[in-house]
């Protein structure tokens, strides 16, 4: 078993300036890793909130770090924005005189399909999949295609790994094919919408829901509202489930750490 | 010596606040406890909590419930005490009630913060707020006095417009005047995201201006 012990993790996540559940899974993602007794020190760094990146450098201790980003795919923020703010030129980088390892983002291990149909399982357990369409729900960006395929991918993966719903689609915020639109794609009397984010913040509480057409206005956030136990909600002719999105997913602590395990058998 | 460590010496040597949380010693409970600094006469009467990470839920509302995403606002809340076991528990703390603060005064002390200015740091933005860069001297001015008065944030500004415009006098530069010297700064060592965003926003209004006339 790799030795650890003298090393700290960060972990980065996106954060609101609007929200304040935004940040709530990446704390408790940090909190199961720190459980487990690997590493000499835990951090947290956000792209919106606080600690910045930069500013995350100045709580570490240990000279060597291992970078996960807590996103659902490799992208903008992994492959420019986190890279650009740690001043990373590489998998490994010396920063200020710290050996910095930059690892893969949770989003890309293998057991997200399973984390995602976790999601189905806990707020559908007993809907008729062959009467039901899943839609899996992304961002979407102009800015970088990882994003959009890394949805496209899970949407493929659910519906070779669960052959009895009747259709499984990707679906997006802010491009085709647009989640506002779902009912149009909804042969089904039923459907089951799972959010692909980390965190229950301001897209999956508060913008889809209006997309989706049970909110009339983006409204309070999550934690000040009941949105995951008022399933199914009747719209447009349909019976739908919608799921909170896979932060709060247990599991996510180990796969941050296994990303760690990832980068060293690919890196070191 | 680890971060946790300079904390504890710094303390017993009479450090005992930290913005708005006022740092004790040895009290009868814990070696170390944190309050309100507005607090430290009501201490008997306050709502207790030995769990470290309890700083996180104090820290994230106002008194009116809305999210506190500037930690350095003048907004914390009052009516709590977190006893802490000891110095590592004391720092995990006070990060999370000013992230990163205590190491950025550390680093500070050693003399190896860096500082970034406004228009560098507006200069290495992608995306959408790459137009940030664009805004002018006069209107970055202005926002900063604005967005980083001591209403909105405490932190204590270190950085310019870039090296050879600094920033004009304003109450957003006049922190460092209310600070005593057994008070851990708060420092602001690059602009936040925040003022990013809000740059952008200027910045953009300053165009559609041009194009209008």
């Given at each position: 078993?790799?030795?650890?012990?003298?090393?700290?993790?960060?972990?980065?996540?996106?954060?609101?300036?609007?929200?304040?559940?935004?940040?709530?899974?990446?704390?408790?993602?940090?909190?199961?890793?720190?459980?487990?007794?690997?590493?000499?020190?835990?951090?947290?760094?956000?792209?919106?909130?606080?600690?910045?990146?930069?500013?995350?450098?100045?709580?570490?201790?240990?000279?060597?770090?291992?970078?996960?980003?807590?996103?659902?795919?490799?992208?903008?923020?992994?492959?420019?924005?986190?890279?650009?703010?740690?001043?990373?030129?590489?998998?490994?980088?010396?920063?200020?005189?710290?050996?910095?390892?930059?690892?893969?983002?949770?989003?890309?291990?293998?057991?997200?399909?399973?984390?995602?149909?976790?999601?189905?399982?806990?707020?559908?357990?007993?809907?008729?999949?062959?009467?039901?369409?899943?839609?899996?729900?992304?961002?979407?960006?102009?800015?970088?295609?990882?994003?959009?395929?890394?949805?496209?991918?899970?949407?493929?993966?659910?519906?070779?790994?669960?052959?009895?719903?009747?259709?499984?689609?990707?679906?997006?915020?802010?491009?085709?094919?647009?989640?506002?639109?779902?009912?149009?794609?909804?042969?089904?009397?039923?459907?089951?919408?799972?959010?692909?984010?980390?965190?229950?913040?301001?897209?999956?509480?508060?913008?889809?829901?209006?997309?989706?057409?049970?909110?009339?206005?983006?409204?309070?956030?999550?934690?000040?509202?009941?949105?995951?136990?008022?399933?199914?909600?009747?719209?447009?002719?349909?019976?739908?489930?919608?799921?909170?999105?896979?932060?709060?997913?247990?599991?996510?602590?180990?796969?941050?750490?296994?990303?760690?395990?990832?980068?060293?058998?690919?890196?070191? | 010596?680890?971060?946790?460590?300079?904390?504890?010496?710094?303390?017993?040597?009479?450090?005992?606040?930290?913005?708005?949380?006022?740092?004790?010693?040895?009290?009868?409970?814990?070696?170390?406890?944190?309050?309100?600094?507005?607090?430290?006469?009501?201490?008997?009467?306050?709502?207790?909590?030995?769990?470290?990470?309890?700083?996180?839920?104090?820290?994230?509302?106002?008194?009116?419930?809305?999210?506190?995403?500037?930690?350095?606002?003048?907004?914390?809340?009052?009516?709590?005490?977190?006893?802490?076991?000891?110095?590592?528990?004391?720092?995990?703390?006070?990060?999370?009630?000013?992230?990163?603060?205590?190491?950025?005064?550390?680093?500070?002390?050693?003399?190896?913060?860096?500082?970034?200015?406004?228009?560098?740091?507006?200069?290495?933005?992608?995306?959408?707020?790459?137009?940030?860069?664009?805004?002018?001297?006069?209107?970055?001015?202005?926002?900063?006095?604005?967005?980083?008065?001591?209403?909105?944030?405490?932190?204590m500004i270190?950085?310019?417009?870039?090296?050879?415009?600094?920033?004009?006098?304003?109450?957003?530069l006049c922190k460092e005047e209310n600070q005593?010297?057994?008070?851990?700064p708060?420092l602001?060592?690059?602009?936040?995201?925040?003022?990013?965003?809000?740059?952008?926003?200027?910045?953009?209004?300053?165009?559609?201006?041009?194009?209008?006339?």
């Open positions: 078993m790799t030795d650890l012990s003298h090393t700290a993790l960060l972990i980065v996540g996106h954060g609101s300036t609007e929200n304040p559940d935004s940040s709530g899974p990446y704390f408790d993602h940090a909190a199961a890793v720190r459980e487990k007794g690997l590493f000499a020190e835990v951090h947290l760094a956000f792209w919106k909130e606080e600690p910045s990146l930069r500013e995350a450098f100045y709580m570490i201790d240990a000279e060597e770090i291992y970078v996960v980003p807590d996103f659902i795919s490799e992208g903008y923020f992994t492959q420019e924005v986190i890279p650009r703010e740690l001043e990373l030129d590489g998998p490994t980088t010396v920063v200020h005189g710290k050996t910095v390892h930059y690892c893969p983002p949770v989003g890309i291990h293998p057991t997200m399909t399973t984390i995602l149909s976790r999601r189905v399982e806990q707020e559908a357990p007993d809907i008729r999949r062959e009467d039901t369409t899943l839609f899996v729900v992304g961002h979407g960006t102009a800015l970088n295609d990882n994003t959009t395929r890394a949805v496209k991918d899970q949407a493929a993966l659910l519906a070779e790994r669960f052959p009895e719903f009747a259709a499984v689609h990707p679906t997006f915020m802010e491009q085709e094919m647009f989640i506002e639109d779902w009912d149009k794609h909804c042969e089904t009397p039923n459907a089951v919408v799972v959010p692909f984010f980390i965190a229950d913040g301001l897209h999956s509480y508060q913008d889809i829901p209006v997309l989706l057409g049970f909110e009339e206005d983006e409204g309070l956030p999550a934690s000040q509202k009941d949105i995951f136990r008022q399933n199914p909600y009747q719209i447009r002719g349909k019976t739908l489930y919608y799921t909170s999105a896979i932060g709060i997913e247990p599991a996510l602590g180990e796969v941050i750490i296994d990303q760690v395990h990832t980068f060293r058998e690919n890196h070191l | 010596m680890k971060i946790s460590q300079r904390l504890s010496q710094a303390v017993q040597a009479k450090v005992d606040r930290i913005g708005q949380v006022a740092i004790l010693t040895d009290t009868q409970s814990s070696p170390y406890a944190l309050c309100h600094q507005q607090d430290l006469d009501l201490i008997d009467s306050l709502t207790v909590h030995r769990d470290p990470f309890a700083a996180r839920e104090i820290a994230k509302l106002d008194d009116e419930g809305e999210f506190r995403f500037l930690k350095a606002a003048l907004n914390l809340k009052r009516g709590w005490l977190l006893l802490l076991a000891d110095e590592e528990e004391l720092r995990q703390a006070l990060d999370l009630f000013y992230p990163a603060a205590v190491g950025l005064w550390l680093a500070r002390e050693d003399g190896r913060l860096h500082v970034q200015n406004l228009r560098p740091k507006l200069k290495r933005q992608t995306g959408m707020y790459r137009f940030a860069h664009t805004i002018s001297d006069e209107g970055a001015q202005a926002l900063v006095a604005k967005e980083c008065h001591p209403e909105n944030c405490s932190k270190l950085w310019h417009l870039d090296e050879e415009v600094p920033l004009k006098e304003s109450p957003a005593s010297a057994r008070q851990i708060l602001c060592e690059e602009a936040c995201n925040h003022l990013v965003s809000q740059c952008r926003k200027v910045a953009k209004a300053e165009a559609d201006q041009a194009k209008a006339l």
